[in-house]
């Protein structure tokens, strides 16, 4: 591959009264960035416009383009999703910002789909707000597995040092028992594993697997999951050379830093894994899609309305987002060249 070659990387505004247009504006006004991708953003002029006045982004310029086949090597690009423009009240999730993140989104994965973009990075959406007849989905990580045709797929929140993955997603508590079984464990750590050997480049990766029921379930006292579902599907992966590890005790493991002696943890269900994560890694944590035929990061924050339109949104989550997909295609690209 040209090592000169800069990743061409869609990015989705997110809901346009969250913080997500001001995240990308601090990040791509570093002109330093464009040394490693090509960005083209999909949203609005107007919008853009609003932003970079609003924090005297002085040094945040786009070039506007009809479409991502016109992109502009070494320029921050623009695909304009909407014609009306959209009102912009920050804080408030509104219909309208749900059907421009929504647009943003679906221009995006259209154009990464037909081959223009080597992946995306998508801004925090509302996932009540976003939904509508061709968006029936608890959140980004569903509706992209289904929109790019992935039999399966796994959240994997990563950062410097701690990678969590989670078998269940955006699924109600009590719906999570039901859910784990014997299958589901296996093949959510044979994702977790490839992730690791192909697009961090780990080898012989090492995986802790939590437990679901506190301290594991008491060897059946405190719940059977366990000794039932989660303990036979580590053996399967074990008795085929994986270098995989637990049932763990979720508060003793991450209390006592166990997680520093393996490259990844599967976590049973979303608090389990994310409260962990966010408590350690918040402002600096990546959201990536493992399993997808497109690499797709996000930051591993939401809308976060509260300080939307405060100008004093973090970028660093975005930032790390941003650079970890080019990371990701990159090393993709590598391998998918021929031998010499």
Not at 67 to 96: F, H, I, Q, Y
Not at 162 to 168: F, G, K, P, S, Y
Not at 267 to 287: C, R, V, W
Not at 300 to 310: F, N, P, R, S
Request: net charge negative; proline share 6%; charged share 20%.
């Amino acid at each position: 591959m040209d090592t000169k070659y800069k990743v061409k990387l869609g990015i989705s505004i997110g809901d346009t009264n969250g913080i997500g247009p001001e995240v990308i504006v601090k990040t791509l006004a570093d002109q330093r960035i464009l040394n490693f991708c090509t960005p083209v953003i999909y949203a609005s002029p107007a919008l853009l416009n609003r932003v970079r006045k609003a924090l005297s982004a002085e040094h945040f310029f786009y070039q506007q383009i009809d479409n991502a086949s016109d992109m502009v090597a070494r320029k921050v690009n623009l695909v304009t999703c909407w014609e009306n423009e959209v009102e912009v009240n920050p804080g408030t999730p509104t219909p309208e910002s749900g059907k421009a993140s929504l647009d943003s989104l679906l221009a995006a994965c259209n154009d990464l789909k037909a081959g223009l973009l080597d992946g995306l990075v998508t801004a925090p959406i509302n996932k009540d707000n976003i939904q509508a007849e061709n968006f029936n989905f608890p959140g980004h990580t569903e509706f992209l597995t289904s929109f790019f045709d992935a039999p399966e797929s796994l959240m994997l929140l990563v950062s410097e040092d701690l990678r969590v993955a989670t078998v269940t997603g955006h699924l109600p508590l009590k719906e999570v028992s039901p859910k784990l079984t014997e299958e589901l464990l296996i093949r959510k750590m044979t994702i977790l594993l490839e992730s690791l050997k192909n697009d961090f480049g780990i080898l012989k990766p090492r995986i802790a697997v939590l437990g679901l029921n506190p301290h594991a379930g008491e060897e059946g006292l405190l719940g059977t999951e366990e000794q039932e579902v989660i303990r036979p599907a580590v053996m399967h992966m074990k008795e085929r050379g994986h270098l995989v590890f637990g049932p763990y005790p979720a508060d003793g493991f991450f209390g006592m830093r166990q997680y520093k002696q393996v490259d990844a943890v599967l976590a049973m269900y979303h608090d389990q894994g994310l409260i962990p994560f966010k408590t350690l890694a918040f402002e600096s944590g990546i959201n990536y899609t493992a399993g997808l035929p497109v690499v797709r990061t996000s930051p591993d924050h939401g809308t976060a309305y509260d300080i939307a339109g405060k100008h004093i949104a973090n970028e660093t989550s975005f930032r790390e987002a941003l650079f970890l997909a080019c990371d990701i295609i990159k090393k993709r690209q590598t391998e998918q060249m021929p031998a010499i």
